[in-house]
């Protein structure tokens, strides 16, 4: 829910007194919290085309509870997104905390945005920018900006914890939607040929195998005798046996065959551009 509300120009004013806020954020490299995905942003975005804050929007609310460290429930959240997204989608998100008259902690800020590519299997490169509004209500004479480099299919900026980070700051990124098309394969068929000792082992074996096989053909031919159906059978058997053992050594002086297959897997590119704002809801 929304607390007391206090203007820009009062809230400026208040931490300056206060002095428990810097006038510069703080933009630390900081990995995308744990359990936001790129349903989550993609939800808070949506409801943020239809609802202002985060009381109808529960992914904003996880958005918030996941970077900023505390309830939605327990301050002010504005939540702005873009109207037509193309390729990427996301939401800025400013939330205080701390400004209820019940409240004796100091007052919290926190900025920051999350962007998600809109199609599945995408992910996106490029650059986001977080701007606070220049103007001279909130006293300063230029307007501060924070930059980061986008990547993967979600990522959420680290927090921004001034207060010139404020309701009407603005996200910009712009970059390429990457989609990775299906691999394209080719094959191609190599021969490693045995080496000399392999070809002299086999022949060895060759050999030896066809003298066994001379050996008892000679055997069969002395115990056929006169019988010409014996001698027949006995050489029958020795010719099968000399055609076995020249396919053995062949097949063991043959190359080794080895199918390559290369995969290339494509990619294609194409520009996105997000600006908050635009919105009337």
Request: proline residues 4%.
């Amino acid at each position: 829910m929304r607390t007391s509300l206090l203007t820009r120009g009062a809230v400026a004013l208040a931490t300056i007194a206060i002095g428990s806020v810097t006038l510069a954020g703080s933009p630390a490299v900081a990995d995308t919290p744990a359990g936001i995905t790129r349903e989550t942003v993609l939800g808070a975005a949506d409801a943020s085309r239809v609802f202002f804050g985060s009381e109808s929007n529960p992914d904003a609310a996880k958005l918030v509870a996941s970077v900023c460290g505390f309830s939605a429930d327990d301050g002010y959240v504005d939540v702005e997104t873009t109207s037509q997204p193309d390729g990427v989608d996301g939401v800025l998100i400013y939330a205080s905390s701390g400004w209820s008259e019940e409240s004796e902690a100091p007052p919290q800020y926190c900025t920051f945005a999350a962007f998600a590519v809109t199609k599945a299997l995408t992910t996106m490169s490029g650059t986001a920018t977080i701007a606070a509004p220049d103007e001279e209500e909130d006293l300063r004479s230029a307007a501060a900006s924070a930059s980061y480099p986008l990547s993967g299919e979600v990522y959420v900026t680290p927090r921004l914890d001034s207060v010139e980070y404020g309701p009407g700051s603005v996200a910009t990124a712009s970059g390429d939607v990457i989609t990775k098309a299906a691999t394209t394969g080719t094959s191609s068929r190599v021969v490693t040929p045995k080496t000399t000792a392999q070809k002299k082992a086999a022949r060895k074996v060759y050999d030896r195998r066809v003298a066994s096989a001379k050996k008892a053909y000679s055997k069969a031919k002395d115990k056929a005798g006169s019988s010409t159906s014996k001698k027949s059978a006995a050489k029958r058997a020795y010719v099968a046996k000399k055609k076995s053992a020249k396919a053995a050594y062949r097949a063991a002086t043959a190359g080794t065959l080895t199918i390559v297959v290369s995969e290339n897997a494509t990619t294609t590119k194409a520009p996105f551009t997000f600006t908050t704002g635009g919105l009337s809801r």
